[in-house]
């Protein structure tokens, strides 16, 4: 395993990290409570420091389990886990489907969520705290930055960022808060098949002081390079609900990257490796649900790099879409300035 520093700080992630979605939420199978801590002690022992939670992930059983894995090892890792939704109130809602809850970051409820989650956790400080999947209204929103700058001074979050989402967008409610607020850290969706808009998101803090956290980096695991035009989801499994287009054109798209395979490195590593040959991204959130998965994500960082030559034949790929037709993507939020924001 590696590390990086957060740019102007005194956090250390390791270059991959684990999500703690996909043992919490049910929405990539259902995992036992030993089966999710047993994960989380492999990741450890396996260099990873970082463990992304979140307090609606599960209903706080994410921050729940942090506590239980690592009960005497607290300063041995890095806590990040986000903020924003009132899953007390409808936390029953969440946890029928995916659908989004309620949002609430008024001043009270980001003190009262911090609290709760400090509670879960079992620890007197967050390593880094995010704002869960905001809109433009936070960006501009002075009364959410200075609350957690007094949450800060009170010891009680080391450092804070922001988290964007759910689905892939966002583009200038990324480029907005990095440009316009002081944040560590961008945590947002990037992956070899999905450059847009991440690309130009991170582009934005070229000279500035924040980093990103990378999530969805196999693109729902299509880079791992194991999927075929017959494989089939659980019906509980998220990715079952997506067209089969979807399925079928990444299939496609993979075979054309089977030439980062080596004797040395799987598709899953080159995947990982190809976001971190970007300084700016501080670690990578793959999605983890098995003990030979996890073996092959740790191991990526000590993988021979993609050298220049692959780089460039990625970008080519991309940039032609991979020679197939598709329908448009989906993107949601802000994906164009308001005309007189974009004139100034």
């Known amino acids: 395993m590696k590390f990086r520093t957060y740019r102007n700080t005194d956090l250390t992630v390791s270059e991959v990290g684990f999500g703690l979605w996909t043992v919490s939420t049910g929405w990539w199978g259902q995992y036992t409570e030993g089966e999710a801590l047993a994960l ?13 939670a979140a307090d609606t992930y599960g209903n706080g059983l994410s921050e729940e389990y942090i506590a239980k894995a690592f009960p005497t090892r607290r300063d041995d890792i890095v806590i990040a886990t986000k903020i924003g939704y009132d899953f007390v109130q409808h936390g029953e809602a969440r946890g029928r489907g995916q659908r989004e809850i309620p949002q609430d970051f008024s ?13 879960r956790l079992k620890t007197d400080r967050i390593d880094l705290l995010q704002l869960h999947n905001i809109r433009m209204e936070q960006v501009y929103d002075d009364a959410v930055w200075r609350t957690l700058d007094s949450l800060k001074e009170q010891g009680k979050v080391r ?13 200038y409610e990324g480029i907005n ?42 693109s729902s695991g299509m880079l791992e390079g194991k999927y075929t035009p017959e494989t089939k989801f659980p019906p509980n ?37 190809w976001l971190l040959a970007d300084d700016r991204v501080a670690s990578t959130l793959p999605n983890i649900y098995n003990e030979e998965q996890l073996r092959e994500f740790a191991a990526a960082p000590d993988c021979p790099p993609l050298t220049d030559e692959e780089m460039d034949r990625v970008a080519a790929l991309y940039a032609n879409r991979f020679g197939l037709e598709e329908e448009p993507s989906n993107f949601k939020g802000t994906m164009q300035l308001p005309e007189p924001a974009a004139a100034a």
Not at 107 to 119: F, G, M, Q, S
Request: charged share 25%; hydrophobic share 45%; glycine share 6%.
């Open 107 to 119: 001043p009270e409820a980001l003190v009262r969520a911090t609290d709760a989650a400090l509670k």
């Open 40 to 52: 989380m002690h492999k990741a450890f022992d396996l260099g990873v420091t970082l463990f992304d």
């Open 177 to 218: 808060a990095v440009r316009q607020r002081e944040i560590a850290s961008v945590q947002h969706i990037y992956n070899m098949l999905e450059q847009y808009p991440g690309r130009q998101i991170q582009a934005a803090a070229e000279d500035r002081e924040t980093m990103f956290l990378i999530r969805v980096t196999h």
């Open 237 to 273: 499994d998220h990715r079952s609900h997506r067209p089969r287009a979807w399925l079928l054109n990444g299939v496609k798209k993979v075979d054309q990257l089977r030439f980062l395979e080596s004797a040395d490195r799987t598709l899953g590593q080159a995947a990982l490796l």
């Open 159 to 171: 450092h804070y960022g922001v988290a964007l989402g759910p689905a892939i967008g966002w583009l």
